[in-house]
Nanobody
């Protein structure tokens, strides 16, 4: 009922910046929270950031706090992730997720809709 498409991934050098986008379509009025997750090769998927759709409250993983910023455009039903001071350990597939229920949990199982992901590679 909700479709999510990420864009903006690519290959950058350590210290560079990158801006990801997640466009939502379909029954977007059901979305309560949108979030970013990432998964590196051989590792479990981990929470990156989240934003509530109505209030704009944000939350971040400790590993990205101070470097990444998530924001949204309500009219375009699009979420953004501004990534600054990128490190090699930020290399991962970044996925957009949406949740119908209130709150912004860090557990990926708490989210109902997922995009296919976009690759971010940071060279050192």
């Amino acid at each position: 009922q909700v479709q999510l498409i990420e864009s903006g991934g690519g290959l950058v050098q350590a210290g560079d910046s990158l801006r990801l986008s997640c466009a939502a379509s379909g029954r977007t009025f059901t979305i309560s929270t949108m979030a970013w997750f990432r998964q590196a090769p051989g590792k479990e998927r981990e929470f990156v950031a989240a934003i509530t759709w109505s209030g704009g409250t944000t939350g971040y993983a400790d590993s990205v706090k101070g470097r990444f910023t998530t924001s949204k455009d309500n009219a375009k039903t699009t979420m953004f992730l501004q990534m600054n001071s990128l490190k090699s350990e930020d290399t991962a597939v970044y996925s957009c997720a949406a949740r119908r229920l209130p709150g912004a949990p860090a557990a990926d199982l708490a989210y109902h809709y997922w995009g296919p992901g976009t690759q971010v590679t940071v060279s050192s």
